[in-house]
């Protein structure tokens, strides 16, 4: 990681807030069920929104198998609260973020998204789609 890169990480984490709780040490394993209370985080446009997970979710197979490696520890869950939102390239503060899919995420409020796919076997079904740390998300946005 780039002087530049460890400089922004430390401003994310800062401004997400106590971000090196012990259980952020989570590590996703296919098939298995991601807990309530685990914290997470998600891309959302070109923020990062760090969120604790209210409601379950799982490990779909593709997203930690070896042809899907940009998807590498990826899982998705039902229902999150939005702790805190910064921007992924400048590491400031925000109060809103919109993902992809038109998901609008506030801090402070739970996320419902449009519904739950429990099919292990389905990469991109409904859901929050999330990884268990900022780096993941750093890298995808090319700011690691």
């Keep these: 990681m780039t002087k530049k890169a460890t400089s922004l990480k430390s401003k994310i984490l800062k401004n997400l807030g ?15 069920v ?3 209370g685990k914290v997470v985080y998600k891309r959302a446009g070109n923020c990062i ?9 799982l490990v779909p197979r593709g997203f ?3 042809n ?3 998807l590498r520890g990826k899982f998705r869950v ?11 390239y400048s590491g400031n503060p925000e109060t809103t973020a919109t993902s992809s899919w038109n998901g609008r995420y506030i801090v402070g409020e739970l996320y419902n998204p449009d519904g739950f796919t429990t099919n292990l076997n389905e990469d991109c079904g409904h859901g929050v ?3 268990a740390n900022v780096d993941k998300i750093m890298k995808w946005m090319g700011t690691k």
């Design 129 to 131: 789609h999330c990884f």
């Design 49 to 57: 929104v760090k969120m604790l997970v209210t409601k379950a979710g």
């Design 78 to 88: 039902a229902q999150v609260l939005v702790l805190g939102i910064v921007n992924g």
């Design 18 to 32: 106590g971000a090196t709780l012990k259980h952020q040490l989570f590590k996703p394993e296919t098939g298995k």
């Design 68 to 70: 899907q490696a940009p």
């Design 64 to 66: 930690n198998s070896p």
């Design 34 to 36: 991601v807990p309530v």
